[in-house]
């Protein structure tokens, strides 16, 4: 691992100002990615800032069918927030499976879809549920977030301090995990809006990090139901081949788990 | 009696508490230097220039050492002298150690190794069996042949005939705790070592040759092992040598331990090969004749390779009384890791071969496969003498076979039949997805192969408070050998447990020991222990005689008591006299396996003392729609002859059957065009995790006893239950038999998408 | 050159005070500075949990977290769990039910475990499978490691209900 500094920050616009300050900055949320990509070299801030005493940035709160989720809240706190478990099950659920309990109780939903990692799974539910992403400069539809694997909109010394969203009529993620990592090789979140239109959002299994499926989206604002999966054609163009599966079992995963995440 | 009661892992208080010590955990004396090994990222090419100005002048780093550097020997082979500690003029495979770094702390070593430059010119890298077959890359002049009987002119007569093939990959031992060694120098330039292995003579040996001292000066302990699967039989010598040069050049304690993606990228792991089978056989699925090549894809250098590819061959009858059977196995040089030993030995692999084989011909005739199996199964030992009895493919008799009633028993205490009625029900009233059960058996080969590794020594000490102290030239890696063998001791002294303790493997205790592997540990040094009892006792029993007026043959020890007519002392008191009367209270112990004799050329004689065997029913599920899989239940019966601990054995078996189903569905070892191992870390390599065992899991020991005069009459318990994970991947195949007319052609790892694929070729819409 | 950070941390009950690189992880804080080696380093990718410790009443691996992070937090090691001679009805249970073969991976196993019963207290099979999926063993195929955990949960419930 590089040397790097370290700074802790009482607030979101703190750690906006610090990061600002540093030369290459990195804001250390839960660290289950950053750290381990820090140990392998791939990463080399010159400062990490560690957000974890930022109160502002904590905490779900949900009001009639608004939920707003702060970007330090732990995928243990998603996964067991019983008021959100009853408005929007898919997340909580969603929140349940990622890693493991130890991983759960340091990862953040800020972290993960700051990272954009093309096969993280908040991503696809940020996606699908037509998020807006809040940070401590502006507010970003999920739709102009995520520009590609690790990449987003985020300006450099921008931080995310929540993520809102309207709860679904009905939504759902179907994963299939990669047994190793328990990453998505294939990971799909469906959700019916208020309006009756569907997205889907994809991810783990695009050469280019979660995106929204025309094709499945079509087929279920025409008609919730699994069996409207079947006549969808899910193309090869553009997904992963790599050593755990290939592009056309990542494409029978995508289907499968879009039927999957419709329950 | 105590040698067979269940009790707990010697250490199980120190491990429950964290307070046993593993090499990394040991306290390091003021100064101690720390290692790291820079590594070739080139598969196979010349070296140009080595450039270590930069990491010389790193701070911290206190010696840089290449191959030239070296002062003696530069290798940690295990025997063919052909696998320098640091590359000399040539790389290898991707991985292999350049250049050494002795720094002050750990990550100042690792780090210093990447500053670095290192030229090589690459050449065409062989990495699969295809490309050295093409190339005639191959360790031995070409291909040992094993034969019985005449199999070509068989087949002419034979009623029907299959060919196939089927790919099995590799295996990352994946020990929890990676390849670790602290060398500590002393007086008169001996060197003492701790070091993660299973064979610390190999240790001494090599660390002696690349000091150029005697082996007297080196003295190797070992305490434990957190893992050893085979990965530390050979593969601990690199860092061992490593330490003690560092620590002779410098002359400061050197410690060294690989990072886990560094053991993966570096260590030699199980052999993937590949094996085509041509066989004939009848109506009734007996098998007529047999042909099968194995290719086994060896690595860079030979290491263990050549015994694992024997013992592949010596066990591709597995179970089956083969007329007509020829083996031909291709040893291959690759530009990889060195394969080397993995639990089994080659017997895993050989073992699927021939069980693919009972599966593709059960299939065709659509039999039940158990049925199949059972056909073609030796004579059983209690059945009347056959006129001529049945020889292997290399000429042992076997004369001690079980699996007939062992069958019989496993089929119908899991219910068996029923249960495959009820299997065949489901999957017509399921369409998504589908289940198999599937049966093995196991018929596993004791013995090392290389003959005189049969042997072992102890040490046992008797001190004057009563207590005893065992050693002997096996290590503990998480099997329970210790415990073993302090229950052997309380057993042959009649002395309580509790007054017995096993001290750490030391070269200096007990010399010129063999690896704990090939299942041996409590079978040769059980034996070796017992002698040494045998000779203390036989001390005693005289001492009390004389003193007391009896016969030494009505004195009985037993349970810390020792009594003759009219006579009762404790173990402590006749301790104390012995000590008194000046009876020499320390014995050592020497055991040989008799009987064996092996031409591993010809491919005849006796290499086995005797085998172990088992039986394994397993259920899975599969998901159609995604090829995900799980294992609904397995049932074992397994025979250790009469258990030394039953509970330690049936733990062996349990995580026997998880490994080698780990082995065959989601272990899977993905190298690049260019030679990278791509599945480095747990990450990307997926061995077994708690939410993969069974749901259901039943377990039973055999009620028997070993036909040969092993420790009082047990069985070696450490490799054969590995095999029983083969059950899991023909309840796999057996699924996916499920779904269409054709043989689903499974192969190993049978992961999801494998899994997937199959199915689609046993719909016959394979693309 | 990055600024070495003053840290302070309670750990099993110690109060630790010391200067370390930002970079340091918890993992090497514990083992090279506090001699604390119950907890081991496996894989050091947060996959295998053989560095898993207790944080501020949550489970976590160390290898994974850096020291600086930990700053005022109160840790528990295996080591504060319960000594040789003093030992937690997870560790009885697990040394007397054979949940352990070479035990490299049983202080990480038993510190996850002590979390997953306060968790869940009774916590069925299928809760078990789920609750330890981050503590990886490579001896025992889980049998035991599971049915000790049962066993303790069925002591520990056994011994609240007595209490009560």
Known sequence: MYETNFHKAATAQEAAALLNRSEDGKILAGGQTLIPTMKQRLADPTDVIDVSAAADLRGITIAGDQVTIGAMTTHAEVAGHAALAALCPSICKLA???GDPAVRHRGTIGGSLANNDPAADYPAAALALNARIHTTSREIAADDFFEGMFTTALEDDEIITAVSFTAPAKGGYGKFPNPASRYAMAGVFVAKLADGSARVAVTGAGEDGVHRHDGLEAALSADWAASAVDGVEISLDGLLSDLHGNAAYRANLVKVMAKRALG | MSAAASLPHD?????VSGSARYVDDIPTPQGTLHLAFGLSSCAAGQIRSVDLSAVRACPGVHLVLEA??????????????????????????????????VAESHHLARRATRLAKVEITAEPAILTIEQALTAESRFEDGPRIYTKGTPQSAMKGAIHRLQGQINLGGQEHFYLEGQAALALPGDHGDMVIHSSTQHPTEIQHKVAEALNIAQHAVRVEVRRMGGGFGGKESQGNALAVACALAASFTGRPCKMRYDRDDDFIITGKRHDCRIDYDVGFDDSGRVQTLEFAHYFRCGWALDLSLPVADRAMLHADNAYDLPHVKITSHRLKTNTQSATAFRGFGGPQG????????????????CDPAEVRRRNYYPEMSSKPAARPSVTPYQMEVTDFILGDMTESLLQRCDYHARKVEVARWNASHALLKRGIAFSPVKFGISFTLTHLNQAGALVQIYTDGSVLINHGGTEMGQGLFQKLTQVAARSLGAQQAVIRASATDTSKVPNTSATAASSGADLNGMAVQAACDTLIGRLKDHVAAQHGVKPEEITFAEGQVTAPGLVLTWQEVIASAYEARISLSATGFYKTPEIAWDRIKGAGQPFLYFAYGAAVTEVVIDTLTGENRILRCDILHDCGASLNPALDVGQIEGGFVQGAGWLTTEELVWDASGQLKTHAPSTYKIPACSDRPEIFNVDLWPGQNAQKTIYRSKAVGEPP??????????????????GPHYPDLQAPANSEEVFNAVARARGSAS | MSKKKHVTLNVNGKTEEFLAEPRELLIYTLRERLNITGPHIGCETSHCGACTVTIDGKSVKSCTMFAVQAEGAEITTIEGIGGPDNLHPLQEAFKEHHGLQCGYCTPGMITRATKLLEEIPNPTEAEIRFGMAGNLCRCTGYQNIVKSIQAAAAQMSAAKEAAE
Do not use: T
């Open chain 1, 96 to 98: 349940a499976n990622i």
């Open chain 2, 11 to 15: 250490a199980a208080r120190q491990h």
């Open chain 2, 68 to 101: 030239k550097d070296l002062p003696y020997a530069n290798d940690v082979s295990p025997s063919a002298h052909d696998e320098p500690l640091l590359a000399d003029g040539h790389v290898h495979y991707a991985g292999q150690p350049i250049f050494l770094v």
């Open chain 2, 351 to 366: 073992m699927v071969g021939i069980e693919r084989v009972m599966d593709h011909i059960a299939h065709s005739l659509s």
């Open chain 2, 722 to 739: 590995f095999m029983h994970g083969i059950s899991a991947f023909l309840a796999l195949s057996n699924a996916v038999a499920a779904c």
